[in-house]
């Protein structure tokens, strides 16, 4: 039985440097449009994963300066590679008046590391790194051999990681992928999903009139943002549920076994959701049992932003020429991303809104999910319950994105996840932050995954 009782005290006597680490990587405004940013965190996560030992290669796209590099370390031998699937880039901070502090001078506050990125997925990232140090310091040889694919675009629909992967025949064939990190929900109970939803990303946009014009012209002259208005309308019903025609194309009926996993969720947290975000119902009177189905099989319909005229302080009494917004629609198997795009335009043109034009780029992810007896998630559960205490709940999915479409479709790769991101962790959020001793349960909860994961047969 390997002594992880050292281990445990190893991860406990460098969390203090490690903290510190973290706060300098968290100090990278590594957002999609800071380039200098997103190259900066590159070069401090390559030169970490060559400081743990592993072999690193930075990958560039040819011909292309602006798509920030893939980030590959290497470390151990063996029959059995996981992929660990990470990224250095950030969701945006904006707005920043509702921050404490500010995203990018990272503070510890009451246990809790607060800096945009800290969890989403530099924290998650360190982890697994810690994890592996934990490792090697206490125990010795790694059992398997770990990758670390670490991109700049995820955050952004991983445009290019298909050709930067490409440009490493082979580096897809393994026998297990890790997605970038892990839940805990709000009492401390460690969840582990064996799949992601796909996602689009698409804007579209109304141009009514040649330029922005005096509002006393208002009854003549049409309104680009009540145009788009009356268009966002009809995407969903009076119960606020998505109505987008062919919206569900493609989904792939649940089977038994995993309507089972779904239904033996507990709802508690579901309640405890309810009175996180102020709310006293879910759309469409949906009960909790309910709720969580449609959070697992149910594709999404979502506005991210919508924005036209004059939004400063004071007035501007203008007719505003264009009115703007961008949706996001979550997926789920076997949904393709290309079709329920097109979908969409058809639904806007039978409606008579073929002037609500699309923007010329649109993310496009696929979904992808593990079936849930695999022995990768039984391993995954065993270590959480062990580090963390408590039995590990099992879920298909998890509600968010990654593109394990990309990296595991194609040979069919087994996958799940592990970590310390707890569920009030804010990601994505204004206050995003990564509770400390979660933090060093999820590098615990790696090491000891790590021989469960060489253990596995077939």
């Known amino acids: ?40 965190a590159a070069e401090w996560i390559a030169e970490r994963l060559d400081r743990l030992g592993a072999r690193v290669d930075t990958v560039e796209l040819p011909g292309d300066p602006n798509v920030p590099p893939l980030v590959i370390g290497e470390i151990g031998d063996g029959p059995m590679t996981l992929n660990a699937v990470q990224h250095y880039d950030v969701q945006p901070a904006v707005p920043y008046e509702l921050w404490t502090t500010p995203p990018y001078e990272p503070e510890v506050r009451d246990g809790r590391l607060y800096a945009r990125g800290v969890t989403d997925n530099k924290g998650e990232l360190m982890s697994r790194v810690w994890g592996v140090e934990a490792y090697l310091a206490t125990l010795g040889r790694l059992p398997c051999r770990v990758r670390f694919l670490v991109e700049g675009e995820e955050e952004y629909g991983s445009g290019h990681l298909d ?11 393994v026998e297990g992928a890790l997605i970038e990190g892990g839940g805990v929900d709000l009492v401390g109970q460690p969840e582990i999903v064996g799949g992601v939803r796909g996602i689009i990303v698409v804007e579209l946009f109304v141009k009514s009139i040649a330029y922005d014009a005096h509002s006393s012209l208002a009854t003549v002259l049409p309104s680009a943002p009540a145009r788009l208005i009356q268009a966002l309308a009809t ?8 109505a987008v025609d062919g919206l569900n194309d493609g989904v792939l009926p649940p089977t038994p076994a995993q309507v089972a996993i779904v239904d033996s969720t507990s709802t508690a947290d579901l309640a ?13 009177g949906m009960n909790e049992r309910e709720a969580i189905r449609a959070m ?39 949904q393709d991303p290309t079709a329920i795009l097109a979908n969409l335009r058809a639904h806007l043109d039978r409606r008579g809104f073929e002037d609500v034009k699309f923007g010329a780029k649109a993310e496009r992810e696929r979904a992808y999910w593990t079936t849930p007896d695999d022995p990768l998630l039984d391993a995954a559960a065993r270590v959480s319950e062990a ?24 040979d069919t790769i087994r996958m799940t996840s592990l970590g310390g991101g707890h569920d009030d962790c804010r990601a994505h959020a204004p206050d ?27």
């Not at 999404?300 to 924005?307: F, R, S, Y």
């Open 387 to 410: 580090v963390f205490g408590r039995p590990a709940k099992r879920r298909l999915s998890a509600p968010g994105t990654a593109p394990m479409w990309q990296v595991c479709g194609r």
């Open 163 to 173: 050709q930067l992967l490409d440009l490493r025949p082979g580096i897809r064939k």
């Open 272 to 284: 405890d959701r309810k009175r996180e975000f102020g709310v006293d119902r879910f759309l469409g």
């Open 1 to 40: 039985m390997p002594d992880y009782a050292a281990l445990d005290r190893y991860v406990e006597e460098h969390m203090s440097a490690w903290t510190d680490e973290l706060t300098q990587f968290c100090r990278f405004p590594s957002e999609s449009t800071d380039l200098p940013a997103l190259r900066g």
């Open 235 to 242: 995407f969903w019903n009076e119960d606020g549920q998505p």
């Open 432 to 458: 995003e932050n990564y509770r400390l001793d979660y933090a060093a349960k999820a590098a615990q909860v790696t090491a000891r995954f790590l021989d469960e994961f060489a253990a596995i047969d077939g």
């Open 296 to 334: 697992t099989f149910t594709p999404t319909c979502n506005v991210q932003g919508l924005w036209a005229g004059f939004t400063g302080p004071g007035a501007k009494t203008i007719t505003p020429a264009e009115a703007h917004v961008r949706i996001d629609i979550r997926l789920v198997p076997d």
